[in-house]
């Protein structure tokens, strides 16, 4: 049974629960709880005001009595079908759409074990900068808190919504000159700020606050983290990080100076008959985000703007400049590098696939474009890396054809390259950096693959093994079979491997919101996950594929592809997109 639903059942079914209020600086809210679940959810709460196309304005309504807390409310302009937003049971797409959801375990369910106050997660939904929203069920997290409070170790979950796309990561024309950079971005920042005015009326820790996110949430939580140059305030918003499938990639943001959004920017204004930034923010919200939703993942992303963000984060990391009080739990998959590959699945030869990285990094040379062909060579190993590779004999593209399903001779290496560029040597780099300034950080590797091998031929997923957000449902909690919607697969294989490994993987999860030790929550069957460090770089594998009812979850050294991925780092103002141009 859905959160959605459940959180709408009236009270006048017989449920004689009382409805559970808070009291914050602005208000009384009057939530709604969840007798299933044994929680109460305060939903649709204002953090701050979004005017189009400028700043957020933080929240400060005032008001007498009880403001009902117990619907959804309207999320931002994103691109979500009618079915999705149907289900979710929001109200629709507004501009007026920074307000978050809190779910608690209800008091009465936590009695015996006595906290004063919960530890707080936030999560950040991923989609690009141009899709997700807050109240989307596939970031439902009352199975994760109901798991948290069986174990002894309940935590208070929250969701909320950032502007997306244009709207929210606008580029080209006045957008730098005005300040209007990055706003999804400060967004999130206002959410935080709230939460730390706030969550303690809802029985929330305001000094445990681990951030979460997924693929575009993680490299948000990375651009929280270096935000303002490295703000020392930044760690006094949030003490912990979870990155999953991202974090301070190459590809993460991006120059003002780029084509891409100096291009979007003068398309708008050519399809709204407009001539500058005042004009956009008078005309009919639908004429302007129907203009900019062309060529989105490309072009409306975090921007270097010397604010929020001051120079590549990348260059940032590496020299250090950033708060060295939070921990990080952060991962990726194998495959991460698939569903992007799908761009182009009909790639067939070399001067194909260096056409497309001479187009993308406008600023490399021709020779160090070469050194990356060189370091992943078409002869192998190439994704999925649990299925072995052979030119002569490609099974994995032999079932695609069979599927009816493109797999050029080039497809599979622009997969490698793009899972490493984006994700996994973003990984590596953050843990081998937190590991040298004495930070805790946990590292993961998700090899297993959900779905059936070695292709899923639903209409919304993509062909892959443990591919980008292949990992999803078992980080939620949920049980075989659990529906889900988009491109990230549930676990319906209901194997007791597969079981397993998402109670396992879960509960980790939880240790580590709760108490920073992923290590708290281990079950039978797991290696105790180690710290990472300079000395000894290790990653525990997340593994259930090797035979259906059997785990193999072991630790491994994070020493593999080290060449080909120390060559992003190298070459970061050829290679990395938020370098100038210019």
Sequence with gaps: MQLAFLALLPVALGLSHPPPTAKTRNGTYLGRHLPEFKQDLFLNIPFARSPRLANPIPWNETWKGTRSAEWYGSI????????EITRANVTGMSEECLNLNIIRPSPESIKKHKPKLLPVVVWLYGGGFVDGFGADLNSNLSYIIQDSVALGTPILGITLNYRLGFLGFPGGGEIAREGVTNLGLKDQRQALLWIQENIAAFNGDPKKVTIWGQSAGSQSIAHQLLAYNGSASNSKLFHQGILISSGVGIGNSHSPTRSDPINGFNTILRKTNCSDLACLRQIPIEKLWDASRVNTLATWRPMVDNGFIGQPPTLQLQAGIFPKDISFLTGTASDEGFVFANLAPSLNTEQELFDIF???????????IQKVLELYPDEGPLPPYALPYSKTNDKFCQELSSAGLPCGAQYRRLASILGDLGFISGRRLLCQTFAKHGMTAYSYHFDTWPMSFPVDTHPNRKPGFANHGADYSYWFAWGPGHEIYGNNPAVIESSEGH?????????????FIYGGDPNIGRVKGFPEWPKYSVENPRNIVFNATAEPDRLNVHLEKDDWREEAMALWW??????DLASPTE
């Design 76 to 83: 931002c302009h994103n691109l979500a079908s009618e079915a």
């Design 358 to 368: 001479k187009q993308f990094m406008t600023f490399a040379r021709d020779e160090t």
């Design 499 to 511: 079981r397993r490994l998402r109670e396992g993987m879960s509960r980790m999860l939880i240790g």
């Design 570 to 575: 190298t070459y970061p103002l050829e290679l």
